[in-house]
């Protein structure tokens, strides 16, 4: 089954992105999904003809992982941003737990936006681990690599160059700062619970 791109144009007019900004990753997420598609079908395409001990269809499963990590970690991103931003209600069940955790939500959002401030590329993911209780403001330094196998993305941020520079140049900062104003906090309590 083919993964279909998802239409994010309602993100549009997002305050602290602009219009060109957008269109520019939402063109970028698109070839995430296509080359999906196409490294599945290319992939099952070796399999038929058996050739799956071949340098080919090794490589192209090392670039499976990269590509659909990319759709997704997208999608993620795109769909806990929006126009209608409002902050977590301090008496959520979410906020109280990031809050005990790190103690307090401040601490939390301080120690989020220092993920987000380190120099290189990549992604700054809070991720839940229901198993122990625990949060995670964890850096994904390329798209297949330094997830938290078992936790929950909530809220994931993309700190690539193309999330921000063509709005902030190098002004990282004001980036986050946008990003942090700009939180569904409905979509990442609903990935909470």
């Known amino acids: 089954m083919e993964y279909q791109v998802k239409n994010y144009d309602q993100l549009l007019g997002l305050p602290g992105f602009s219009d060109r900004l957008l269109a520019n990753h939402f063109t970028l997420y698109q070839g995430y999904v296509t080359n999906t598609n196409k490294v599945s079908a290319a992939l099952f395409a070796l399999a038929a003809e058996e050739k799956t001990g071949t340098p080919e269809y090794a490589e192209l499963k090392r670039r499976g992982g990269w590509e659909w ?41 301080k120690m989020f936006k220092a993920t987000g401030a380190m120099r290189g590329i990549g992604w700054v993911v809070l991720y839940y681990d229901k198993a122990a209780g625990n949060f995670f403001n964890a850096w994904i330094n390329e798209h297949d690599a330094g997830h938290f196998t078992g936790a929950t993305p909530l809220l994931v941020m993309d700190v690539f160059e193309h999330a921000y520079m063509v709005d902030y140049d190098l002004k990282k900062a004001d980036y986050l700062e946008a990003f942090l104003k700009a939180i569904d906090w409905h979509k990442v309590e609903e990935r909470f619970k």
């Open 69 to 109: 990590n990319g759709m997704r970690l997208h999608e993620l991103y795109f769909e806990n941003l929006t126009k209608t931003a409002a902050p977590l209600p301090p008496d959520s069940d979410l906020y109280r737990k990031i809050a005990a955790y790190f103690g307090s939500f401040e601490a939390w959002q």
